[in-house]
């Protein structure tokens, strides 16, 4: 996992390091032959150069030459420049959306643009360790099972489209609050789709789990409430529900989930991404973040896509959580988890 961004750190160290800082003679080197990073980053932010500055380099004489010259001067603009090019390579084929890792190279190349001393190596590559550890460590890491001590019953409440493994991953997570002794209740909270409710039950016998269920086209949110009351009567600790997704997210989704939430008051609300969609996982999670507001993310399939990049992509998008991520099939495949685990193999 994420061994091409790991090349791309100690290949950009190794690329600036062995730049030479120009001599005077290098002036006499065509200037327009290639627009030069200053140039196309101040162009990206539209921080427009002045021709008078451009003068200045040559008639200013109280005017430092190596400020000008320094980091930027041409003979290291375009190993520079390759090593970021390496960086977004290797981010995007770590399946780390398209956008975040635009975002994540702006914050970079900004940080060359406003600091004052001279760049290094250590100061860039450092830089984007440091966007990087921000996204998995600033949001504070959730105990759900610290969680489940506050309230009985503790209501989770799972959202995400069709496809990603949300019931699967509820059910796991459900044998994880049995591991620890905790008493569930399921809510077949999705209506909608056909077999979704069998599906659900079928999770339900294998783990012993009490479900709640009512007919095709009932009113989610009546299942919801029904499984509230039947937990508060037998003194269950967990409520767990599930909800119809579709194909893409819907008006008349949010609308549904809205209600639910309106009607139950969740405790907790997870949304469930797949590992394998890539720019999809980031709209799924900008989408149901902003309408619905979730409290934290399971990234399902990890194990069949070991680059990682969406548990990035969630993490930055949502600025909640990753909770859990899924392993495998088999109902204990749900890992805790661990930023700093990730982080010492990205970097």
């Known amino acids: 996992m994420f061994g ?10 190794k690329d600036v390091e062995e730049v030479e800082e120009p001599k005077e003679e290098v002036k006499e080197e065509p200037i327009e032959e290639k627009k ?59 399946n780390i959306a398209y956008d975040i890792t635009e975002r994540i190279l702006e914050e970079v190349k900004e940080e060359l643009l406003e600091n004052k001393q001279k760049p290094s190596a250590e100061i860039i590559s450092e830089k984007l360790k440091e966007i990087l550890t921000e996204v998995l460590t600033k949001p504070t890491q959730i105990d759900l099972l610290a969680e489940s001590e506050k309230k009985k019953p503790f209501t989770i409440l799972f959202v ?42 079928t999770h339900a016998d294998n783990l012993k789990i009490k479900m709640v269920k009512h007919k095709y086209g009932a009113d989610p949110a ?40 309106r ?12 590992a394998l969609t890539g720019n999809d996982a980031v709209e799924q999670a900008r989408y149901f973040s902003q309408m619905i507001n979730i409290d934290g993310t399971i990234v399902a399939k990890t194990d069949a896509d070991e680059r990682g990049g969406a548990i990035i ?35």
């Open 313 to 347: 992509s969630a993490g930055y998008e949502t600025g909640k959580p990753i909770l859990f991520i899924g392993t495998g099939q088999d109902y204990k495949d749900l890992e805790q988890f661990n930023p700093k685990k990730l982080l010492k193999k990205i970097i």
């Open 160 to 201: 995400g489209v069709n496809g990603v493994g949300k019931t699967t991953n509820m059910a796991k997570l459900g044998k994880y609050f049995q591991d620890h002794k905790k008493s569930v209740v399921f809510a077949a909270g999705d209506t909608f789709r056909a077999a979704a409710i069998e599906q659900l039950e």
């Open 222 to 261: 009546a299942v919801a409430y029904d499984a509230m009351e039947h937990a508060k009567a037998k003194k269950l600790d967990v409520v767990m529900i599930d909800t119809a997704g579709r194909q893409h997210a819907s008006e008349d989704l949010m609308k549904e989930l809205q209600k639910i939430k």
């Open 4 to 13: 091409r961004l790991k090349e791309a750190f100690s290949k950009f160290k």
């Open 36 to 94: 030069s990073l200053k140039e196309r980053i101040a162009a990206r932010f539209h921080r427009e150069e002045k021709p008078e500055e451009e003068k200045k380099e040559d008639e200013a004489v109280e005017e430092p030459k190596e400020e000008k010259k320094g980091f930027f001067a041409k003979r290291s603009e375009d190993k520079i420049e390759a090593a970021l090019e390496d960086f977004e390579d290797a981010l995007i084929q770590n």
């Open 263 to 274: 009607v139950i008051h969740p405790d907790f609300t997870i949304l469930v991404v797949d």
